[in-house]
């Protein structure tokens, strides 16, 4: 891959000259996989091609001008057809697409060659967050963006401090070991979204109802940022994508960490919890999930209502009203209660109809999500 990315940078040069090349954002991300080199060296092929292409032919237009304008005593030829002249720009044209349709196919053929993967995650898109599922090891877990969000509301024309990674970090990185051979399944619960890391030479569209797959193989340890890059809905910039490759005695340590975290996360279905209890957990699971839209004071913004002193979440007649809509979702809204648990719905729900100005004094268990479901 040195050598390849070597040919690259040393093409480039030719064309652009070396100051054009000191910053990355002038070109595509150094490639830490083979597919990724695959990719680089195609697009300097067909960039010294296209670059080719206009300067012989924006040459020979100019020259021609210039050479035969009327001012320097030439007459305009007064000619009709040449069967010669239209062969040659018609075979010319298709040698050239030809030469460049050879490579970009063997690249799609590797990107769409998924066999021999020595570990399979699926990646679910919902709206705003990205879910994992590592289908041998057992770990499941959601990863969001953990920019606080007064870095990037700025309602009151306030300019925070931002992080060296704003809009590119997220609480729960995914973690692959290096040099293995990793298939991601892509698939979405709600729109179409786009899981893609530039570094990989990897981008895969998530769509409802539907597989997808895809490969990368990291050569180099270190921190690899991507982003969602379909237009998902009004939180689209919010769904970075952080992957970790480390050394396999450091993905089993993270394993095990993970599985351990798992087992002390698992909610006991059947727990009657306190009011104070269910509310504290409520509001981390309202933040995570809720607030981007309906956002920290239940204030709402634009499509998305204001949840303080609304009848849903307000009315203790609407109880049952604002546990379907949670559970099932509406227009925009996810639903829920295809991801989050009992616990969790229960919690966030109670939250919603004690915090702010809402005081229904309401109180729902588990057990009350789960008889919902039904």
Avoid at 127 to 139: A, F, H, N, P
Avoid at 284 to 300: I, M, P
Wanted: charged share 25%.
């Amino acid at each position: 891959m040195k050598k390849r990315a070597s040919w690259s940078i040393a093409a480039l040069a030719l064309l652009a000259g070396a100051p054009a090349l000191a910053e990355y954002k002038y070109n595509l991300q150094t490639p830490v996989t083979d597919l990724a080199g695959k990719v680089y060296d195609l697009h300097t092929l067909l960039l010294i091609i296209c670059t080719v292409i206009f300067v012989v032919v924006f040459g020979l237009m100019f020259y021609s001008i210039f050479k035969h304008r009327k001012d320097a005593g030439h007459k305009a030829a007064n000619f009709h057809e040449s069967t010669t002249i239209e062969l040659v720009w018609t075979i010319i044209p298709v040698l050239i697409l030809v030469a460049m349709a050879w490579p970009a196919t063997k690249v799609i053929i590797a990107q769409k060659d998924t066999r021999g993967a020595d570990m399979t995650i699926k990646v679910t898109g919902y709206q705003w967050k990205w879910g994992y599922d590592y289908l041998e090891d057992g770990i499941s877990f959601h990863s969001r963006l953990a920019t606080p969000q007064e870095q990037y509301e700025n309602y009151e024309g306030q300019k925070p401090v931002r992080n060296a990674d704003y809009l590119l970090e997220v609480d729960n990185p995914v973690v692959v070991p290096v040099g293995k051979r990793v298939r991601i399944l892509t698939t979405a619960n709600d729109v179409i979204h786009s899981w893609w890391i530039p570094a990989f030479g990897v981008k895969q569209d998530a769509i409802p109802g539907f597989i997808r797959d895809t490969w990368f193989k990291a050569e180099k340890e270190g921190v690899y940022r991507g982003q969602c890059v379909e237009l998902c809905g009004k939180d689209h910039g919010f769904m970075p994508i952080v992957v970790n490759v480390v050394s396999e005695e450091k993905y089993k340590a993270w394993v095990d960490e993970q599985k351990k975290k798992m087992a002390a996360n698992q909610d006991d279905p059947n727990k009657v919890w306190t009011m104070p209890d269910l509310v504290a957990r409520g509001q981390k699971v309202y933040e995570a999930n809720c607030a981007v839209c309906h956002k920290s004071d239940g204030k709402g913004q634009g499509a998305f209502p204001a949840l303080d002193g609304s009848k849903m979440a307000g009315d203790p007649a609407h109880k049952a009203d604002h546990i379907h809509i949670v559970l099932e979702g509406k227009n925009a809204m996810p639903a829920w209660g295809k991801t989050l648990s009992d616990t969790e719905i229960a919690a966030v729900i109670t939250y919603e109809r004690n915090a702010w100005g809402n005081k229904t004094g309401d109180l729902l268990q588990p057990a009350d999500i789960k008889a919902a479901r039904k």
